[in-house]
């Protein structure tokens, strides 16, 4: 057994022996830190990272908290990994992405990524939300670089898909019956953490980006390569609009991302039922 399938096995046994349900849920939701989306839900249980062995246990300058969610509307288990291990604050690729296979072992299937983002498209609007179908790595780095565990997933994952297409065309039918606006992206990952230069804005809008975030590119590439399906969204905070770029403070980028959000969660239970 490899290293990196002895730490996973380590932290689901930790919460399978903790778990307030019966059986394994197949959905769960990623998050940054987000306490307004905690309203729209009732938590059965939460463990704060730092209790839970080996990965996860280690200091997150965000916070984080495993959560058992249920969802009262729908009548639905789900997990909620509220917080998230990025890149920028000197983890490894391969401690970012722990969560998301702790996930595969304990069942889930499909995953629902909300990500904080700017956007370059100039159509987009801040307090805006994006429906990801695409993204481009310029991150530098890969969680699947080095030894690959086959109990995992291949060699080389196919990532022609990696946000679920059938999924994709559902939820887009739902956010039009709702008369739900979303913006329709491809994201860009970066490394961050400093903000974009102008020229680097308007480069990364000529290679076809919509909107840009730290930490969603190697979530999904795990998730891809064990075999869940996913599904993304962003939350607009920032514009990054080359011939546009003004500096922002951060109680202004916080309202907006909490605009973002007072929307978006007023629609969630309706994805959290739509997927199966």
Do not use: W
């Not at 769960?28 to 009732?42: E, G």
């Not at 100039?122 to 429906?131: L, T």
């Not at 780095?141 to 196919?158: A, M, Q």
């Not at 804005?201 to 891809?224: H, K, M, Q, T, W």
């Amino acid at each position: 057994m490899t290293e990196q399938k002895t730490r996973i096995l380590e932290s689901v046994n930790y919460i399978k022996q903790n778990s307030p349900f019966k059986k394994s849920p197949p959905l769960a939701v990623i998050s940054y830190f987000n306490p307004l989306f905690l309203k729209y839900i009732q938590v059965q249980k939460r463990i704060d990272y730092s209790a839970i062995p080996p990965a996860f246990g280690k200091e997150n300058t965000g916070g984080g908290e495993f959560i058992f969610a249920y969802e009262k509307t729908q009548k639905r288990e789900f997990y909620v990994l509220n917080g998230r291990f990025n890149y920028y604050e000197g983890y490894s690729m391969r401690d970012v992405v722990h969560p998301v296979y702790v996930l595969k072992e304990l069942g889930v299937k499909t995953i629902v990524f909300i990500d904080e983002v700017g956007h370059l498209n100039p159509r987009f609007k801040v307090g805006g939300v994006s429906f990801l179908y695409d993204h481009i790595n310029l991150m530098g780095d890969n969680p699947l670089i080095g030894e690959n565990d086959y109990t995992l997933g291949p060699r080389f994952p196919d990532m022609s898909n990696p946000y679920d297409d059938n999924l994709y065309r559902k939820l887009e039918s739902l956010f039009i019956d709702n008369q739900f606006r979303i913006y329709p992206s491809v994201y860009l990952g970066v490394t961050g953490p400093e903000t974009e230069t102008e020229a680097e804005c308007r480069f990364y809008r000529e290679i076809g980006a919509d909107v840009l975030g730290y930490s969603l590119v190697p979530e999904n590439l795990a998730a891809i390569h064990s075999g869940i399906k996913c599904a993304a969204f962003g939350m607009i905070s920032r514009e990054l609009v080359a011939d546009r770029l003004k500096e922002i403070g951060d109680e202004e980028q916080r309202n907006n991302r909490l605009k973002a959000e007072k929307n978006f969660n007023s629609i969630l239970p309706e994805i959290i039922g739509l997927i199966k």
